[in-house]
């Protein structure tokens, strides 16, 4: 989506799976999912770190699959998790000006006190 090599030094600080314009398209994917009907699932890094984990929920995710040492930490913050404040506080970060909704994010969790460290 970025057409940036992520592990690449030089261009990696382009590549930010959180920002609006990703999550929009995830949004989408996931609304098409609705009305079809499919199951929208999500595997890989992405899924494995509780922020992001966080985002595919609130835009409609209903599975996550991820390596098994992500596994704690991302089913620590699902129990913690309301997605009643979750789906409205994402639906408008997609619609932001903004490079990143890391931060809102982030936030958003420490407020709702759900745990978002990232495994080691």
Known sequence: MFAADRTN????????????????VIKHIARAGTVNPARISFCGEMAGRPLEAMALIGLGAVSLSMQAANVGPVKQMIRMLDTRALFPFVENLCETATASARAPLAQFAAEQGVPIERPA
């Open 9 to 24: 030094p030089f261009v990696a600080r382009r590549y930010d799976s959180l920002s609006p314009a990703v999550l929009r």
